[in-house]
């Protein structure tokens, strides 16, 4: 199989503070890991494309200082929301892309962050 | 830019009933068509995809055409089973992996 795993499911946390988001492929190695952010009956947004060993490449209008990723490893990548607000509020997901000729995306089940 | 546009939700059927999901792209190419379903509490899952134009993807009893004419991707069941209960993501991509979703499409099925 392949499995992606993201840490928290959900969090609360207050306005000002920062919330790691961890998202982990367990049973394969992924060189590339994509963050989305999801709206209420909205499509899945990409925000970053998460690249081991190198910086991250953002997307349009997503603020590379509010959301820091990390892709310290070849199983894990790191989404800080840093001094987060409620508009913050939102549904990330993360992908992992499994190294191989089909090189397909395998999706984590998501994080409910809250800010309050 | 490229896009994609699928049917608005929620859409709730009887068991055995046919599926239709609309999904159109707009590209300034030939994209690659995928559909993803999510069942509650879980991530995303590729369905189906198709590569290239009158490709059929097809798995689990869903069936999806890639139209070039009418640059369609619709997702079709003949007999739907309360289990097909999910919300389903068409969306596409151009090779550089990044994919661009549709809104999703929430399926409610009852016995």
């Known amino acids: 199989g392949a499995v992606v795993s993201q840490h928290p499911s959900w969090v609360i946390c207050k306005s000002g503070t920062s919330v790691k988001i961890e998202c982990r492929s367990l049973?394969?190695?992924?060189?590339?890991m994509f963050w989305y952010r999801q709206f209420p009956k909205q499509s899945l947004m990409l925000m970053a494309t998460?690249?081991?060993?190198?910086?991250?490449?953002?997307e349009q209008g997503v603020e590379k200082d509010k959301f820091l990723i990390n892709h310290a490893s070849l199983t894990l990548s790191t989404l800080t929301v840093t001094s987060a607000h409620p508009e913050d509020s939102s549904f990330y997901i993360c992908?992992?892309?499994?190294?191989?000729?089909?090189?397909?995306?395998?999706f984590g089940p998501g994080t409910r962050l809250t800010v309050t | 830019g490229n896009s994609v546009t699928q049917m608005e939700g929620p859409v709730t059927l009887s068991e055995e009933a046919f599926l239709t999901i609309n999904c159109t792209y707009t590209?300034?190419?030939?994209?690659?068509l995928f559909w993803y379903v999510q069942y509650p509490g879980e991530g995303l899952q590729l369905l189906l995809k198709?590569?290239?134009?009158?490709d059929k993807g097809s798995n689990k009893g869903f069936e999806a055409t890639y139209r070039k004419e009418t640059t369609s991707f619709h997702l079709e069941k003949g007999s739907v089973q309360v289990s097909d209960s999910a919300v389903y993501f068409c969306?596409?991509?151009?090779?550089?992996?990044?994919?661009?979703f549709g809104t999703g499409t929430r399926l409610t099925i009852i016995p």
């Open positions: 998460s690249n081991e060993g190198s910086k991250a490449t953002y």
């Open positions: 049973d394969f190695q992924a060189t590339t």
């Open positions: 198709a590569t290239k134009a009158d």
């Open positions: 590209a300034t190419g030939y994209p690659s």
């Open positions: 969306a596409s991509n151009f090779g550089n992996e990044k994919l661009t």
């Open positions: 992908s992992a892309m499994k190294q191989g000729p089909a090189r397909e995306q395998y």
